[in-house]
Each structure stands twice: as structure tokens, then as C-alpha cells.
């Protein structure tokens, strides 16, 4: 099923933390420690729970932007976009495309397992490591895990649970896929056991923005509770974190009227704001996968579409200084479509372009911006309309958002305050991997009763030619979910394939 494990799990785990350059993790693998010689000392979970951390500094937040992106409305391809990427935008998806492949995800919940499964024999050998210590250390495996079953819940609908560690092929069992419930069951117990041991800081800043706290475990539960329809759970969790007092939003526009001019350069550029509540903290040691990605001209395989400038954002006709700051040169560099959110190295010169080794943007898993809108999008389905577009409004104005962009939507009408809401969301998190997510969710809610919004969008983006079929084959709500990649099926006989694609 999950990828054979052609290598013991604990040879990536071992690295070592550090204080340097104003980050907590630099990445030394010691090769040589097998299972047996490891789980000794605290010093050893430490170790294993930073291992987990930086496995996901690999390719995973390129799996993240295509898996959130590309079947949505604001990238484009470029000549130098895969066919099998091609072949996702166009709704022209097998089993054999690469894209389907989950392995890096489920490695990174084998090593979740791996903490979860031996971690606790060491209260046995260190007599300093304390159930507390230990409970913590827990709480991260525990919240990654949720998180990562999340990821695959949103792109192929149901998967299997695998809750065991495995360390080499004689230990992989053969698992089917659990349904959609039993996997939201074991998220929401896994972010239940973290929220109740996770800690709400480690006295450092990038450690609060790059590992597991309590205030990550709710921001990861209001997103459960929002796609499971569980409004007031969702509203619950959200103001955990808004009730903390220890998160806001960057001041975009002053009450003066005058842009802070260190807006982007504080949120994206260096990262770990005041706004952050999730972030993979690459640096210039370990830079992340969206040079040649994303950025290098010769190498990019997308760029955003013509809808982000054109549609979301806007410009003002009369005062070209007039902006809504996520914009050009904030999300996308809007001569050519750039992504600038991981490119750019300033929101005022366009030719400030981050080159192969300043390529350590922040992969942003949640900002404090996303707490609100999610609240608002619950308080939308839960009769509170009003309110809803009021935290829409905190939104657009710290953005400067253009009048172009506002609209009135009846604050009785769930429907109409989501879509303006999805609107806003697209505004706010262009290219973070969240458009696709947003995009189905708002469709499927109340049993797809609101599916128009998600065709609407496809006969939007489709090529004339593919339209019509790409708008038929969008309309079995099936099709909604990646197809379980050939390797699996192949390797784990009591699969079986997402039913589109049998």
C-alpha cells in the first residue's frame, strides 16, 4: 500500500537541533542508528520529533500547492508544465499520474507512528523524561498526523488508516481504505489528545511558528469541524485562537491612509509574523522545493492565472497607488503572472526576484487571517450573516481591498455570504494551497447543494475544446478526488479503486 520502506525509518529521524541563524532546525542525519541502540534518552524523542519536522522540508509543500492549485482557477500552465500536471487541469486523470502519488504523506505519518509507537518506552530508561515531557513531544506526532490525514481526506476523498509503524517491507500490512467517518473519528481523537498535551509555547518564536502548539491544533480543528458542517465546533475552536490574544493581523493599510511599506517583507518575506500560526521554516540551509518550481523563468512549471489580477483583485482605474496590497507584487507580480508570495524579495521593486539559494519562503500553513475567515464562514451557516461579513471586513481593510471587490450579499443567505467569503479567501490565500480545498468544500456543503458554484468555475477555466466533457465529468461528484495511484494498487491487494476511475 503505503511505499516500501526500503530504509529504516530512524536513519532520517536523527538530526540534531540548533539556535543558529534565527532558526530552531538544521538538519545533520547521523547514519548507522537502528531501533535497538535508539530510544534511550529524551535528547533521542527530541531528536526524532525534530526528524519528523524536517522531513516535511522536502518536496511535501510542492505535493501541497498542486494538490490545493492546480484544479482550481488561479494558476496557469507554462511550456514547461508536465504532462501529468496537464493532464490534472484538464480533468484528463489516470492512476498512472504521478501527481496521485501519496507516498511522501504517508511517510511522514509512518514517522507520526514511529514517535507514537516507541517514544513512551523511554520513561522507562531516562528517568529525567517526565509523562509531561513525554505527552508533549506525543501531542506533536499526534497533530501532524491529523493534519496530513486531512491533506489526504480533501484530494482522495477516503484512504486507508495506517495507525502502526513500519520500518521494513516484512512489517507493511495490507490495509483498504477506511471510510470518510472513521477517518474524520481518528483526526478529531488525534487533535483532542494533542490540544489536551500540547504546549501553548516553546519561549521561542520560530518554534511557535515552525512546530505544534495548542493554537495550531485549534487552528487544524477549526478546518476539520468547517469540512465535516460542524459549525459550531469550528466557530468554537477559531475563538481559541482569537481569544489567546496572541495573534493579528500585520497592518496592511494605516488609519492614515498610508501602506505599510513592511507588510509583505514581515508576513512572507522573513516569515513567522505576528500572523503566523503554522509555517515550514525553510532558510537559506535548506531552501524549499519552488526555485525551479515556481520562480526560475526557464524552469517554472506555473504561474498565476489572468483571473488574479482581472477578477479577484482588480485595479483602480483613476489612482494607479490605489491597491489592494495583495496584489501585484504582493501575491503575483502582475506583468507576467509570477507567484510572488514565494519569489518575490520585495512588494516595491519587481525585478527584486529571489534567486536558487534566497529560495526559503515559508510554506504558510495557517495565518491568523484564516482563523477569521473560517469563523466567518461557520457564522455564515449558522444563521449569523451579519457577523460573518463583518470579519470579511477586518479582512479587506487591512488589505486595502478595492470597491471593485466589495459586494452586498444578503446577510441572510448562507449561499451568497460563502461565495463572498470564498471571494475573500481567494484574495487572502492566493497560491497557499488552499483555492481547490475552498472551491469543493463550498460546493459539496449540504450534500452539493450548492455544485453550480464548483461547474461555474470549470466552464470558466476549461479550454473550449474540453469544456463540455471537462463540465460532465465535474458534475459526478466522484470525480472530486484524486484516483489511488497504480503503485498502490499494485502493492496493497485490499485497495480498491476510487469508483470515477474503476
Known amino acids: 500500500m503505503i511505499q516500501k520502506a ?41 531528536a526524532v520529533v525534530v ?58 505519518i509512518n514517522y507520526c507512528n514511529t514517535v507514537i509507537a516507541f517514544a513512551p518506552q523511554v520513561l522507562n530508561t531516562d528517568k529525567t523524561f517526565t509523562q509531561t515531557a513525554l505527552n508533549g513531544y506525543l501531542a506533536e506526532a499526534y497533530g501532524i498526523r491529523a493534519l496530513m490525514y486531512f491533506y489526504l481526506m480533501r484530494t482522495f476523498g477516503e484512504v486507508p488508516l495506517q495507525l502502526t509503524a513500519t520500518s521494513s517491507d516484512a512489517s507493511i500490512k495490507m490495509l483498504p481504505k477506511s471510510s470518510q467517518t472513521d477517518v474524520y473519528n481518528q483526526i478529531v481523537s488525534d487533535l483532542t489528545f494533542a490540544e489536551n498535551n500540547a504546549v501553548l ?26 469540512w465535516m458542517e460542524k ?12 481569544n489567546s490574544g496572541k495573534f493579528g493581523l500585520i497592518e ?39 526555485y525551479s518550481f515556481l520562480i526560475n523563468s526557464s524552469t517554472n512549471q506555473f504561474v498565476g492565472s489572468s483571473f488574479v489580477m482581472d477578477e479577484f483583485y482588480t485595479v483602480d482605474p483613476i489612482d494607479d497607488k490605489n491597491k489592494d496590497i495583495r496584489a501585484d ?25 529571489r534567486n536558487s539559494t534566497s529560495s526559503y519562503a515559508h510554506w504558510f500553513v495557517y495565518r491568523y487571517a484564516d482563523i477569521l475567515l473560517m469563523k466567518a464562514e461557520a457564522l455564515a451557516c449558522t444563521s449569523q ?18 470597491q471593485a471587490t466589495e459586494k452586498a450579499p444578503d446577510p441572510t443567505s448562507a449561499v451568497d455570504v460563502c461565495d463572498y467569503i470564498m471571494d475573500e479567501r481567494a484574495r487572502e490565500f492566493a497560491f497557499e494551497g488552499k483555492r481547490w480545498f475552498d472551491i469543493l468544500r463550498n460546493a ?30 465535474y458534475s459526478d461528484v466522484r470525480s472530486h478526488y484524486l484516483p489511488i495511484n497504480l503503485y498502490e494498487l499494485q502493492t496493497d491487494s485490499k485497495l480498491i479503486q476510487n469508483p470515477f476511475y474503476q
Open 51 to 108: 526528524g519528523i519536522y524536517s522531513s516535511m522540508l522536502g518536496n511535501l509543500s510542492q505535493t501541497l500547492f498542486t494538490w490545493g492549485e492546480i484544479r482550481g482557477d488561479m494558476v496557469t500552465s507554462t511550456l514547461k508544465t508536465s504532462t501529468d500536471q496537464l493532464n490534472i487541469m484538464n480533468d484528463n486523470i489516470t492512476s498512472s499520474n504521478s501527481v496521485t502519488s501519496w507516498a511522501n504523506v504517508y511517510q511522514i
Open 252 to 290: 496592511g493599510k494605516r488609519d492614515d491612509g498610508s501602506f505599510n511599506t513592511q507588510w509583505f517583507n514581515t508576513v512572507f518575506y522573513t516569515g513567522n509574523s505576528n500572523e503566523s500560526i503554522f509555517e515550514f521554516q525553510f532558510d537559506n540551509q535548506k531552501t524549499n522545493p519552488f
Open 329 to 353: 507584487l504582493g501575491s503575483i507580480r502582475a506583468s507576467d503572472g509570477l507567484i510572488w508570495k514565494y519569489a518575490g524579495a520585495s512588494n516595491s521593486d519587481p525585478k527584486a526576484v
Open 444 to 473: 459539496k456543503r449540504n450534500n452539493y447543494a450548492h455544485l453550480q458554484y464548483l461547474l461555474d468555475i470549470i466552464t470558466k477555466i476549461a479550454p473550449p475544446a474540453l469544456q463540455q466533457s471537462m463540465v460532465s465529468k
Open 201 to 226: 509555547t516553546y519561549n521561542d518564536n520560530n518554534q511557535d511558528k515552525g512546530r505544534i502548539t495548542k493554537y495550531t491544533v485549534n487552528a487544524i480543528q477549526a478546518d476539520v469541524y468547517l
Open 231 to 242: 459549525y459550531t465546533d469550528c466557530i468554537t475552536a477559531c475563538d481559541k485562537v482569537i
Open 6 to 46: 526500503k530504509y529504516l525509518i530512524l536513519l532520517l529521524f536523527a538530526v540534531m537541533l540548533t539556535t543558529s541563524c534565527n532558526k530552531w532546525l538544521e538538519l545533520k542525519p547521523q547514519d548507522g542508528i537502528i531501533r535497538q541502540n535508539f530510544w534511550k534518552t529524551k535528547e533521542d524523542v527530541k
Open 385 to 402: 450573516g451579519q457577523a460573518a461579513l463583518d470579519l470579511v471586513k477586518v479582512i479587506r481593510n487591512r488589505a486595502n481591498a478595492l
